[in-house]
């Protein structure tokens, strides 16, 4: 018997960033958007757990213990008194390191699907719990829609959303490593103040109406520095879709992908032809959120 779960990437319209916690982790105010790309994961029961992967830059996803669609499937199995004895298979689509939360995604998908296959009851707040252990942005995965993640962006406040948001996004040639990109951020803050992280209101507001006009005044990426500085290139795709008509352009989370709203589909259309066109990035996507979150597809 197999279990297909569907999962979402996310863009973060805000991302707040504090200073570095004793831990290492730094508290964020953390606005989620789930879009329309997608991985499918399928989870088979098997002698031992093995994870494969498919899809556009599928090598580079790693296939051992480390991947968090593995460590979902081994600590589901853990609390619930069973083996991992799962194959689980990733078609990706979600860029790989790319800012989009693909790895996180996955875990997500992994472990709503093995709770399927496995029927063990276990309540949404225990799959919350598992998520959060495995990962700041693996709740989101999970819950999908519009959220505020506060804390290190683990604890969720699921938000009104009241339209359709159109989005380019333009893939970079290569990934940005998350702890990397942090670790930017920290040496370009140092001797800094840093305020706390805080959601900005007008930017709630405007996704409660469905505003893209005040949506695209509002979204702000505090990582955005640090990817510039790791990745001076993806200057030159902001402004390509800038000029291409785009409301807002922003790096997506701690990047390399680039994000572009747009004001409707067809306007999106345009932002993405220019944006293939003009050869500062590596592909281009468009996708519309908010979408569900990890969802179990129907047998067959
Ligand atoms: O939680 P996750 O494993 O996705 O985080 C990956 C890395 O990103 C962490 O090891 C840390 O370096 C950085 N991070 C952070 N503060 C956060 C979330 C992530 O510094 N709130």
């Known amino acids: 018997m197999s279990v297909t779960v569907r999962v979402p990437a996310k863009v973060n319209v805000q991302l707040a960033v504090g200073a570095a916690r004793p831990d290492g982790f730094h508290d964020l105010a953390n606005v989620f958007l789930a879009v329309g790309l997608y991985d499918e ?21 790693p296939l051992d ?12 199995a853990g609390r619930t008194g069973r083996e991992a004895r799962v194959h689980i ?3 990706k689509d979600i860029p790989v390191a790319g800012g989009m939360a693909g790895g996180s995604a996955d875990g997500a998908a992994a472990l709503l699907a093995c709770d399927a296959l496995w029927g063990t009851g276990a309540s949404r707040e225990e799959l919350l719990e598992i998520c959060a252990e495995l990962g700041s942005d693996v709740p989101f995965s999970l819950v999908g829609g519009a959220a505020l993640g506060t804390g290190r962006g683990e604890r969720l ?10 989005w380019v996004f333009a893939l970079a040639g290569r990934g940005l490593s998350t702890p990397a990109v942090f670790r930017e951020f920290d040496r370009l803050a140092a ?4 305020p706390e992280p805080v959601a900005s209101q007008p930017l709630l507001d405007a996704l409660a109406k469905g505003d893209a006009d005040a949506l695209a005044e509002a979204v702000t990426n505090d990582l ?25 352009a922003l790096v997506s989370g701690s990047g390399p992908t680039t994000a572009f709203l747009a004001r409707d589909a067809g306007s999106a259309a345009v932002v993405a032809e220019a944006l293939s066109a003009g050869g500062t990035c590596r592909a281009v996507r468009v996708a519309a959120g908010p979408v569900p979150g990890a969802t179990v597809l129907p047998a067959g």
């Open 89 to 91: 298979h990733i078609d």
């Open 224 to 248: 955005q520095p640090a990817a510039l500085s790791l990745f001076p290139e993806l200057a030159a795709t902001l402004d390509a879709g800038r000029a291409a008509g785009a409301l807002a």
């Open 41 to 61: 994961v399928t989870v088979t029961g098997s002698d031992e757990l093995r994870v494969t992967c498919s899809g556009p830059g599928s090598g580079q996803v």
């Open 191 to 194: 001797g800094r103040d840093i």
């Open 65 to 76: 213990e480390s991947n968090l669609a593995a460590r979902a499937a081994r600590a589901l």
């Open 157 to 166: 406040t699921e938000l009104e959303v009241g339209g359709t948001f159109h």
